[in-house]
């Protein structure tokens, strides 16, 4: 099966470091891929590479088996690549429905001319930008909040937030970043069921997350980065049982307890 993408010996030096080491991976359409490692892994400069914030050193980069290497992070949004970020990055002075709106910024046809006289063409577009950010927003659960400022929204409903500016554009491959960070237990649970659902949709997901309960409930198949290089991948259970992923996670005792089985 062909890949949706395809990293090959992907490298990113800063200087005398090596943050990732000719790390490859294949990530099929509609899977949800667990990018997961100990603190300094390399997994949100992964990331990076693949959303185009950061250039590899060197290796290559495929997405539909056209090679992107280095593209940067507008062409690679343009291509279907859309990500959500660690810390997060609303415009809080703004609505709820403004910041997704912003996520439909690479979709708009209209020009300069067409914005500033209004036109038809203009009016039409912003209808459907308008129509389809309260899809995404329902499809989080905050539509009832679209009027509000992001200010005004508590933590967990700025994550979600996030996440739909971030589907907004029905992406081909969507990359989140560590979306159970700052949540309870059942925002987590919660969280893993909108996973599921954006999946359904078909949409590819690739998730860098801490929360070994979120990342088992939710991910197919799973790569574990240690040190910037690539140490296992299997599915949730054959990472769960890999020695080499237990040592990196500091022994059995500490990789168990961060992990709860849903029902």
Same mark, same amino acid.
């Given at each position: ?49 693949? =959303? ?5 050193? =060197? ?41 997704? !709106? ?26 459907? !930008?308008?129509?389809? =950010? ?77 929360? !070994? ?30 020695? =080499? ?19």
């Amino acid at each position: 099966m062909t890949a949706l993408l395809a990293l090959d010996r992907l490298t990113r030096r800063f200087g005398g470091v090596t943050a990732v080491n000719s790390v490859s991976m294949n990530v099929q359409r509609g899977e949800i891929r667990g990018l997961i490692g100990p603190n300094g892994a390399g997994k949100t400069t992964t990331l990076n590479l693949i =959303s185009g914030l950061t250039a590899p050193t =060197s290796g290559r980069m495929t997405l539909l088996e056209q090679d992107v290497t280095g593209e940067p992070a507008h062409r690679l949004a343009e291509r279907g690549i859309r990500r959500t970020f660690q810390n997060l990055k609303l415009f809080t002075e703004l609505t709820v429905l403004q910041n997704v !709106m912003i996520g439909l910024h690479t979709n708009g046809k209209s020009g300069v001319f067409e914005a500033i006289l209004a036109t038809g063409k203009q009016r039409r577009e912003e209808k459907m !930008m308008h129509r389809d =950010s309260l899809a995404a927003l329902e499809t989080v659960g905050l539509v009832d909040q679209a009027g509000r400022p992001a200010s005004a929204l508590a933590y967990g409903h700025r994550r979600l937030l996030e996440i739909a500016r971030a589907i907004v554009a029905r992406p081909t491959l969507l990359l989140l970043d560590e979306p159970a960070a700052g949540l309870n237990p059942a925002e987590a649970e919660a969280l893993v069921a909108l996973i599921r659902r954006i999946n359904a949709q078909r949409v590819t997901m690739v998730l860098v997350e801490h929360h !070994m309960d979120v990342i088992m409930a939710a991910c197919s198949r799973i790569t574990v980065l240690n040190y910037g290089q690539k140490l296992a991948e299997g599915t949730p259970a054959e990472i769960r049982a890999n020695e =080499s992923v237990i040592e990196a996670y500091l022994g059995r005792a500490g990789f168990e307890e961060r992990i709860v089985a849903y029902a």
